[in-house]
């Protein structure tokens, strides 16, 4: 569902911009070139100022960064170009059509250690997986993926499926237990599930860039899912009451303290009862592609 919408808004934007070329060039004598360097530079455009806008507000809502992870301007510039790409092919390429890239999971019998199941954010699908899934397998993890459905439901609304989702894991691959990983609003669905579901089956949880307090960004989004992500909200509330389930032992919070998604950084994505990673110099999407967000999802898949 959540490809198809994309595909959908994908093909609305792109007729939008053809028709406007067609008329430029029918009625305002453009050259066919020009009329498509208009249209290139209106979807390029678009993403630019999605991205600049994500940034601005980042840096006027942001926590304090430490020194050691502190950034200059060349390294500022690549990281938003960094985001921009990120963004242009998660949304423009990969995941419209996540089941050509992505593919079906390979789930063999677990051979020592727990099975993953990675759950993507918000208004994304499994596709957001496309890099790091099989640098997780090239390391010997057996990896699956889920998508959540429907794109703006409520976050309880995903946990019935994703039980389902672990049962069949867990048939598929003779394990006992499940390591669950989730990234942005997907850590949120994780710590969800343990609170409906219990830890029973699940060895730990690692969340990449998750709002485990909510994110000023929330406001700006669609659906009952984002009004849950929102700073104080009652939904988050209830997920750190008291009497919520205790996280597993080796569960880990591995954030960047310059996300321009998720922010105030290190208010929002400190998670109590987890260990605490900060990375610095990589924002909210090029966390699918960076190498350094890997050898630490690495290191925190290791712990006991």
């Not at 899912?225 to 080796?250: E, I, K, T, Y």
């Amino acid at each position: 569902m959540a490809a198809r919408q994309m595909r959908w808004l994908l093909s609305g934007e792109l007729l939008v911009y053809l028709v406007l070329s067609a008329w430029l060039v029918g009625r305002g004598g453009w050259t066919p070139l020009a009329a498509g360097g208009l249209v290139l530079g209106c979807f390029l455009g678009l993403r630019l100022f999605v991205t600049a806008l994500t940034f601005i507000l980042m840096r006027a809502n942001s926590d304090q960064v430490p020194g050691q992870f502190r950034i200059g301007p060349i390294r500022a510039l690549r990281m938003a170009f960094e985001e921009y790409a990120g963004l242009i092919v998660l949304f423009s390429v990969i995941q419209p059509f996540e089941a050509f890239w992505v593919g079906p999971d390979h789930l063999g019998k677990a051979a020592g250690r727990p099975p993953l199941l990675l759950i993507h954010g918000y208004q994304c699908n499994r596709g957001f997986w496309f890099w790091l899934r099989p640098r997780l397998e090239a390391a010997g993890w057996i990896v699956a993926t889920h998508n959540l459905e429907p794109v703006w439901a409520g976050i309880d609304d995903y946990l019935q499926d994703i039980e389902r989702r672990i049962d069949e894991v867990l048939a598929a691959t003779g394990a006992q237990r499940v390591i669950l990983v989730g990234h942005s609003m997907g850590g949120l669905v994780l710590r969800a599930y343990l609170r409906r579901y219990g830890s029973a089956r699940v060895a730990h949880i690692v969340t990449l860039g998750s709002p485990h307090q909510g994110t000023r960004l929330a406001p700006l989004g669609l659906g009952r899912n984002a009004r849950q992500m929102r700073p104080g909200s009652p939904w988050l509330a209830a997920l750190a009451s008291p009497g919520a389930v205790p996280l597993p032992p080796g569960s880990v919070s591995i954030f960047s303290c310059h996300d321009n998604y998720v922010f105030p950084q290190r208010t929002c994505s400190t998670l109590q009862g987890a260990a605490n990673v900060i990375v610095g110099g990589i924002s909210h999407l090029a966390m699918a592609f960076s190498p350094l967000v890997l050898d630490k999802l690495l290191e925190a898949l290791d712990k006991p």
